[in-house]
């Protein structure tokens, strides 16, 4: 997870094959698709008439200043193991990291999750990841311990790597040998009383995309429901031949970035770099963003990738200062005054009209061919939110910390679907009702 607001978490729930009844669809060869959920925060987040969210203003409460009060955060469950230590373990999806990892046995701090803490003694298909494997070694988030293969993720957990059978898509086609990391301590996760752990599926070998892509082909798809939106329903994400064509509809590609010659040592390539040309308002490009703003430098740093574990997007502090300032004088030309809030860099007074004043923002990546510009558009229903019982609507982007790259993040994905296709190097996008790809979510969730 190259960058995480811990405050926050929308929950996709994306489920291999839940040890009872999860109505888990395997369909084409070399496709399947797995139930996709959002955590609706327990009755903190709706929907009004108007399609925008709301947030409750408890929320708030305990919160450092200026990180989203949000739980734009997605998970995956998947069963992994045999015998008695077969379960079903719900897993925080990251499309950054590169290494599916889960609380263990002993796992230090004791924290509450859905399914119980694995217990590699009781899988008779667990054995450790010899120090010798070529999954154990740079630019892979691991390395050689003694007779061991350790992982150490600064901030969240650090522990052992081990493989066992990972079941997805179908009972009777597991797949076997699946690295993954065994936690023995947690310094920096919050199980949400949920979680085990986190499902890494981004470009590195010891991903989960990257170990099975040999089964399922090297393409997955999501596309997210916001929070508040159809509670008791789930999405799907897809695996191969089952992903939607894309050509049916208009649809938008971006290049991924090849990873940098002579990154310093320690630096890995995981995320989905993408190279963001500018951004516009309402269709017109806003003065003083600059690509150079997004370039990644020579150190590793900077840059910008798109992520379904970062809550919200993220700009740089320069280009962040521009935009919210051009965001702001837009509507502000129409009235409507700007207010403080501690939880948020830019506020209005909610009043009857604003939102048909607020713009729409347009991101603009580079596409594949030469000299192509792919236009993610965000809507303004994914742009602002309301904050209940002030009444506020509140900017859904935020600053980076210096050095940071740019995320494009889960709230402003919401309503468009993802492919990510590892072979030919592309994010392919297009607009679609998530909630048109839903169905029931079993009693038992």
Not at 5 to 13: E, Q, V
Not at 204 to 228: A, E, N, W
Not at 333 to 339: E, F, I, L, P
Request: aromatic share 8%; proline share 8%; hydrophobic share 35%.
């Amino acid at each position: 997870m190259e960058m995480k607001i811990t405050a926050s978490t929308l929950l996709l729930l994306v489920a291999g094959m839940l040890v009872h009844v999860l109505p888990t669809i395997c369909t084409a060869a070399g496709g399947f698709s797995l139930p996709l959920v959002a955590n609706h925060g327990g009755g903190r987040y709706r929907v009004d008439a108007d399609g925008f969210m709301v947030v409750n203003a408890t929320s708030f409460h305990h919160r450092p200043p200026l990180t989203p009060p949000l739980e734009y955060t997605y998970g995956v469950a998947v069963t992994i193991g045999t015998g008695r230590g077969k379960s079903t373990y719900f897993l925080v999806l990251d499309t950054a990291s590169s290494l599916p990892w889960m609380r263990c046995a002993h796992c230090l701090p004791v924290q509450r999750q859905r399914s119980p803490v694995f217990d590699p003694s009781d899988s008779s298909s667990y054995r450790p990841l010899h120090p010798t494997s070529p999954l154990c070694r740079a630019p892979n988030p691991v390395l050689p311990a003694g007779d061991k293969c350790s992982f150490h993720l600064p901030g969240e957990a650090h522990g052992y790597v081990g493989t066992d059978t990972i079941i997805l898509g179908n009972p009777t086609l597991p797949i076997h040998s699946v690295a993954f990391g065994c936690a023995q301590s947690t310094e920096g996760f919050d199980t949400k009383g949920t979680f085990a752990g986190t499902l890494g599926m981004g470009k590195l070998p010891t991903s989960l995309i990257m170990q099975i892509k040999d089964r399922v082909g090297s393409r997955f798809s999501y596309c997210l429901i916001g929070l508040g939106h159809s509670p008791g329903r789930n999405g799907f994400i897809r695996f191969g031949a089952d992903i939607p064509d894309p050509t049916l509809l208009v649809h938008h590609r971006i290049k991924i970035l090849p990873t940098p010659p002579h990154l310093p040592h320690g630096v890995a390539d995981s995320a989905y770099y993408v190279k963001l040309l500018g951004i516009s308002l309402n269709g017109t490009p806003i003065p003083g963003i600059r690509q150079a703003m997004f370039e990644r430098r020579s150190d590793g740093s900077g840059g910008c990738f798109v992520d379904a574990g970062t809550q919200v997007t993220h700009l740089v502090p320069a280009a962040y200062a521009v935009v919210e300032e051009a965001v702001a004088h837009m509507v502000q030309q129409w009235g409507y005054k700007r207010v403080r809030d501690p939880n948020f860099s830019l506020c209005f007074r909610e009043h009857p009209g604003i939102w048909s004043h607020i713009p729409k923002l347009t991101l603009d990546f580079e596409g594949p061919a030469s000299r192509t510009v792919a236009h993610l558009e965000i809507v303004s229903r994914n742009l602002f939110l309301k904050v209940d019982n002030q009444p506020l609507v509140c900017f859904g982007v935020y600053r980076t910390s210096r050095g940071s790259p740019t995320v494009v993040g889960a709230m402003q994905q919401v309503d468009t679907r993802f492919i990510f296709d590892l072979h030919a190097n592309t994010i392919t996008f297009h607009r679609e009702s998530c909630e048109a790809d839903t169905v029931a979510t079993p009693s038992e969730w």
